[in-house]
């Protein structure tokens, strides 16, 4: 009896080694206590929300570099450190713009908000917009009134669009969410290398004003003050890890999440970002500890924390221009963002990846327990709108997941920890790590579907 009992455990002893680290990681769990620990930290009161290029974010990307290096892993073999830093130009508007349409004058924060742009004079004649699903082509000064709900931000891509040099959207709740109260624009961060961004400039009017406005607007001249900016010099940052691979041939795979959010409005309202997206940095943390207990792998796998995303997806630009390692060795990126709540047009426990049906890289993931699924909104262009799209424009194989990329709480001060699902989130993560340790190990190679890498340079 017992030599059968040892020829058993020599058996299975036998068959965890042949399995490798796949069997290995049903030993690293994701745990839920962790996951809201880190989420208490980014997302807590004490980082105001990581503005972009700020102190606070810079706070986070060293401690996403104190979690990689507690993980196990390395600097990327070159750099001297965890941290990438890039240098960027932050421009903070006014605060004192004008708009004079005829003989009539608006103020900002009395009567409209800056949305985006600004910060450079424009006007032309003005279109009024009867249909706001059907804007015209060759307006200089639109004004539009969007419909009440999420409805607004396919009108607003619209719009920007649209060609035209002035947008003047009426207020709605979901417009007056994303700007601040008294109608300051938040500072602009740009590259330090980037010429300043091209676009409208697209202002939010108080329904009094656009009521004035639309009576008898149309045809007559429009002309936007910005008043005097300041521009300063800052720096945003990028954490990134290294797990090596046995395989020098093998290429490296990433896993990656932006650290930022919108941190404090100019009128002192602090945006928390925990769901957007402190909830997909905690994933790549996880991921990080999880993938060094299950390795070695064959492949490299490198782990990101992007600043500045929501400055214009600005670390991950500067990442693809000054990458740590060749980008034709990068064989896939997966983005992690807003997972930490369910989306109920999705399945029970899913997440959508972006431009699912582009590769073959979701379908694999898949079929090996992810609980990822096809994006329900396409229409939405989401794939084209974080940072996996810097890299998908190089060749790489990159997507994001998402759990509820619509959520309600989206860009607005609700987006708390009070707010979070911990036990979506976390299985959320725990599915992925199965799926990443096969792809580590080089049992799949994604590629492209025809036609589904997006054109690049």
Not at 151 to 166: I, L, P, Y
Not at 300 to 305: D, L, Q
Request: proline share 7%; charged share 20%.
């Amino acid at each position: 009896m017992m030599k059968r009992l040892a020829a058993t455990a020599t058996a299975a002893l036998l068959l965890c080694l042949s399995a490798g680290p796949v069997l290995a990681q049903a030993t690293v769990r994701v745990e839920r206590n962790a996951v809201e620990a880190h989420m208490n930290f980014l997302a807590g009161p004490e980082l105001q929300g990581r503005g972009s290029a700020t102190r606070d974010e810079a706070i986070a990307a060293a401690y996403v570099a104190s979690q990689f290096r507690l993980a196990g892993l390395t600097p990327v073999p070159g750099m001297d450190g965890y941290l990438q830093q890039v240098p960027v130009v932050i421009t903070t508007p006014s605060g004192e713009a004008r708009l004079t349409v005829g003989d009539m004058t608006l103020t900002q924060g009395e009567d409209f908000a800056i949305l985006t742009g600004g910060l450079g004079a424009a006007g032309g004649t003005v279109t009024v917009a009867t249909d706001p699903a059907a804007l015209p082509a060759s307006a200089e000064v639109l004004m539009i009134a969007p419909p009440e709900g999420p409805g607004v931000r396919a009108v607003f891509g619209a719009a920007m669009r649209s060609g035209a040099k002035v947008v003047l959207m009426r207020r709605t709740e979901v417009l007056a969410g994303a700007t601040a109260d008294g109608g300051s624009r938040d500072p602009v961060i740009r590259l330090a290398d980037d010429t300043p961004r091209s676009g409208p400039v697209v202002l939010v009017v108080s329904p009094e004003a656009w009521d004035r406005l639309a009576a008898g607007a149309g045809g007559k001249a429009a002309a936007f003050d910005p008043g005097a900016s300041g521009v300063v010099e800052g720096v945003t940052t990028n954490a990134i890890g290294w797990l090596p691979g046995t395989d020098p041939e093998a290429g490296t795979i990433m896993v990656s999440a932006h650290l930022d959010h919108i941190g404090v409005r100019s009128d002192g309202v602090v945006m928390y970002g925990a769901n957007d997206d402190a909830s997909g940095t905690v994933a790549v943390i996880e991921l990080a500890r999880a993938l060094s207990g299950t390795g070695p792998h064959r492949m490299n796998v490198m782990f990101v924390a992007y600043g500045s995303e929501e400055a214009g997806l600005l670390g991950s630009r500067y990442f693809v221009d000054n990458p740590p390692v060749a980008l034709d060795t990068i064989k896939a990126n997966l983005e992690i963002e807003m997972i930490a709540d369910q989306d109920p047009q999705l399945p029970p426990g899913v997440m959508m990846m972006t431009g699912f049906e582009r590769s073959n890289f979701g379908p694999e993931l898949k079929a090996r327990g992810a609980l990822i699924g096809p994006d329900p909104y396409p229409d939405q262009n989401f794939f084209q709108r974080s940072d996996n799209y810097a890299l998908a424009l190089r060749g790489v194989v990159a997507h994001t997941i998402s759990g509820w990329a619509t959520i309600p709480t989206y860009h607005t001060p609700e987006d708390t920890i009070d707010n979070i699902n911990f036990d979506y989130m976390t299985q959320a993560i725990q599915s992925l790590v199965v799926p990443l340790t096969a792809l580590a190990e080089g049992d799949f190679v994604p590629t492209w579907a025809e036609g589904g890498r997006p054109e690049g340079r």
